[in-house]
């Protein structure tokens, strides 16, 4: 990769905008598994991320789900993630393995991450099947770290367990265990009593992360980090349309349409709000929201200070009600 | 060391851009950089520069080609000894970069910081009270030093005694960032027991229990950090939390000093404190260069660059860009000096931003209050600094409202 390339980023006040992705690949990666490859409409680089961070993915559908990126974080210009094809879905999963085709545009939000990589003497990964997706990138990152680990990979049987052949290259520290050839994960003999200096990540369905949990009950906090792997379906009905936002301080409303970013419509109607990054990662342009429901695409807040409700980033966060009143 | 041997010729220049007369006024090089080419040789030292806006916002973003760790100074740690442990924050890179500033960008963001709002701007206006019972007084002394270190070391929750050494000792570790000349020479009899000092205060015994230093320990007892990371991390918090707030506030001063309408202006409009900050960051770019080295062979602007080559970013150059920003070089309240580099961008954006920035509009809103008008009342005096734009003072007459 080059600067020049890089250059074409989205950098000035023109440029910024709601963030939109083109799906550049799709493939099966087992029964019931697809992985979409995600490039910044227009080109240029995506947001940085760290293992674990996950995605929201804004489908043509309205539908909102939430995936881990997957792929080389070394690759500024694209995004993996692994789908699932769940029966309970919602019109998510559903929606990507029938529906969505490579050259479709997608909305993205984030990356955000609530379950980092955070250092250790040693890991010990978990992945109860799709739960191996946030824990690819973090065996690539303990590799590269010279950390001594493990990965525990249980899944129903071989045919339906994603990336194999991508673990494959790191030998025997990939202890694979399809349920219907080898039963379940044995827990009991991979977690200590007390962890040293190991940290264990798990991601999965719910019964193996509370397994895990309650195996690790003794331990200090933070030493087990878990991330459960529901279909989570946070922002149905997303707007494919404009929203109007008041401005309570200065009385005014100006309306944002589908293709320009709040920020953007802002600074043309002559309301100064300083911004920096125009990713949702930096924070400088945080706006007090006093009425309406944001669409946070930011990689900034956690679930909490999203569900309040009460600032939103408007280089990239939009609205889910038609009319938004922000502290302006 | 290599030599930069480069695919294509490159203009070159043979300026020293760490003289003290390009210190004293950077202004007049930096124009022959950024017109020099995107990417130009500088030969007394045999290093890459870049001044435009566009390489400069590229280069910054771009960590996997660009990186810091081998030091974002002069000095490159591939084949050079650090003067100290370098910095997990700035002189990382992914994947050693993300524990550390993962644990302090939430401690200095912009919701950790609402807490201190209120008590930040009652400081600013006991100091403006205080200041005010003279009409003239040097901005640098009474104002831009006084403010942070009035707050931030509390913040920190750093003991009283010793404080006067942050200043030198920051002012140090960013001449240190320069090539080691006279600047760094005269910091050098003192390092020793500065660094003492500062390596003392980031024991988690040295720390009151409410602050920022302390809440960098509460992260290691989560795991989140390793005790042997958390000393350093509050050591970033000393050596980058002042004297870049300090110069900030004074090229602040110093810009409604020398533009009377701007100052009427901020008094019409008190809200527009955060934006003359801004403004005057991108005006005065009180950080004025970083280095970064080329991971790999590496293309700028079409020119390869090979790996371990450092390249030295003009963010002060970028930030008055002809081709980036309308008439540069006026300090003006209308622009939107958004997306200026004076804090960095990408990965390493300065991750104490909005603590300055809080204190900026702590100190500004106070002033806006209380004064009519601001003006020099005599010389000023540039502090020089191999990486930052410094005054060393600014005698100002104020006219009470
Ligand atoms: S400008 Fe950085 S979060 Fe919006």
């Not at chain 1, 099966?28 to 992985?35: L, N, Y």
């Not at chain 2, 007084?137 to 070391?153: G, I, K, N, S």
């Not at chain 2, 006026?330 to 961008?345: I, Q, T, Y």
């Amino acid at each position: 990769m080059s600067a020049a390339d890089t250059a074409q980023a989205p950098a000035g006040p023109d440029t910024a905008t709601a963030p939109q992705a083109r799906v550049a690949a799709k493939r099966t990666m087992a029964d019931g598994v697809v992985s979409l490859t995600l490039r910044r409409l227009g080109g240029g680089r995506l947001p940085d991320w760290t293992p674990g961070a996950h995605i929201d993915l804004v489908l043509p559908n309205g539908t909102t789900r939430q995936y881990s990126l997957c792929g080389d974080r070394w690759d500024p210009y694209s995004f993996r993630i692994g789908v699932l094809r769940e029966p309970d879905g919602h019109g998510g999963s559903d929606f990507v393995h029938d529906e969505l085709h490579e050259g479709d545009v997608v909305g993205i939000g984030g990356p955000r991450n609530n379950f980092p990589l955070v250092p250790a003497d040693r890991y010990l990964f978990i992945a109860g099947g799709i739960g191996i997706t946030p824990l690819l990138p973090m065996v690539a990152q303990a590799e590269l770290l010279q950390v001594p680990w493990d990965l525990l990979y249980g899944g129903r049987s071989y045919s339906s367990m994603a990336f194999l052949d991508e673990l494959r290259d790191y030998g025997d520290k990939v202890h694979v265990t399809p349920h219907d050839t080898h039963g379940p994960l044995d827990l009991d003999a991979w977690l200590p009593a007390h962890p040293g200096g190991t940290k264990v990540y798990c991601c999965g369905p719910g019964p193996l992360l509370d397994t895990v949990a309650h195996r690790c009950a003794g331990w200090p906090t933070g030493w087990l980090r878990t991330e459960r792997f529901v279909a989570r379906s946070t922002a149905d009905g997303a707007r494919d349309r404009g929203f109007r936002v008041e401005l309570r301080r200065s009385g005014r409303t100006i309306t944002v349409p589908a293709d320009r970013s709040v920020l953007q419509v802002l600074g043309e109607a002559g309301v100064q709000v300083l911004s920096s990054c125009r990713q949702g990662l930096c924070g400088t342009c945080e706006t007090a929201v006093l009425g309406g429901e944001p669409d946070h695409r930011d990689s900034l807040l956690d679930d909490d200070e999203r569900a309040a409700g009460d600032c939103m980033f408007v280089c990239v966060s939009r609205s889910l009600s038609e009319h938004l009143i922000l502290d302006l | 060391m290599p030599t930069t041997a480069v695919s294509t010729p490159l203009p070159s220049l043979g300026t020293d851009p760490f003289s003290a007369e390009v210190l004293e006024n950077p202004l007049p090089f930096q124009e022959r950089l950024r017109e020099a080419g995107p990417i130009v040789h500088l030969s007394h030292y045999d290093i890459l520069a870049l001044a435009r806006y566009e390489s400069v916002h590229a280069t910054l973003t771009d960590w996997q080609s660009f990186q810091s760790g081998a030091g974002v100074g002069m000095s490159n740690f591939r084949y050079e000894e650090p003067w100290r442990a370098p910095s997990l924050l700035l002189e990382a890179d992914p994947p050693h970069h993300d524990a550390p500033r993962a644990v302090l960008s939430r401690i200095l963001g912009p919701r950790a910081l609402r807490r201190l709002r209120d008590a930040w701007f009652a400081d600013a206006e006991a100091l403006v009270d205080q200041v005010l019972a003279d009409t003239e007084f040097d901005a640098v002394t009474t104002l831009a030093e006084a403010f942070p270190l009035r707050v931030f070391p509390d913040a920190v929750g750093l003991p009283r005694e010793g404080r006067e050494n942050l200043l030198p000792y920051g002012d140090h570790a960013f001449n240190a960032f320069g090539p080691s000349n006279e600047l760094v020479a005269k910091g050098a009899p003192r390092v020793a027991e500065l660094s003492a000092w500062v390596e003392a205060q980031c024991a988690r015994e040295r720390l009151a229990t409410d602050g920022f230093g302390a809440r960098i320990w509460e992260a290691a007892d989560r795991g989140d950090i390793t005790e042997r990371q958390a000393p350093l991390i509050v050591r970033s918090l000393l050596t980058a939390g002042v004297d870049t707030t300090v110069h900030a506030l004074a090229a602040t001063l110093y810009a409604f000093a020398t533009n009377p309408e701007q100052w009427r202006r901020l008094r019409e409009r008190p809200e527009l404190a955060r934006v003359a900050f801004d403004e005057a960051v991108r005006w005065e770019s009180p950080v004025q260069v970083f280095f970064r080295t080329a991971t790999d062979d590496v293309e700028i602007a079409g020119t390869t660059v090979p790996s371990g080559t450092k390249i030295l970013m003009f963010l002060g150059a970028a930030n008055r860009d002809p081709r980036r920003w309308d008439a540069p070089d006026a300090f003006d309240l209308s622009r939107d000096p958004s997306a200026h580099v004076g804090f960095g961008m990408g990965l390493h954006q300065c991750v104490g931003q909005h603590v300055a920035r809080l204190e900026a509009e702590a100190l500004l809103t106070a002033l806006a209050r209380r004064v009519q008008h601001i003006e020099l009342a005599g010389p000023t005096r540039r502090h020089l600094n191999n990486t930052l734009r410094a005054w060393a003072s600014l005698p100002v007459r104020v006219h009470r409202a």
